[in-house]
């Protein structure tokens, strides 16, 4: 009973630590990788996790269409 009340309290706690196992997943699949060296120079330049969050637009917005 106690961890439900803690999740209803703190929904979102466990988030960080799932976005990072996503994230490090993400970024050791070979479609991450060969998405990386299309990108321009600049994008490069982002930080890993921006560079992840525009790898997941740019899929689903293929997959949406």
């Known amino acids: 009973m106690a961890s439900s009340t803690l999740s209803v309290n703190h929904p979102f706690e466990g988030d960080h630590e799932v976005w990072d196992n996503l994230k490090q997943a993400i970024t050791s699949c070979s479609g991450f990788k060969q998405w990386q060296k299309r ?6 330049s982002l ?5 992840v969050r525009c790898y997941l637009r740019e899929t689903l917005e293929t997959l949406a269409y």
Do not use: E, G, V, Y
């Open 39 to 44: 990108q321009k120079t600049d994008s490069q």
């Open 47 to 51: 930080p890993l996790d921006q560079q």
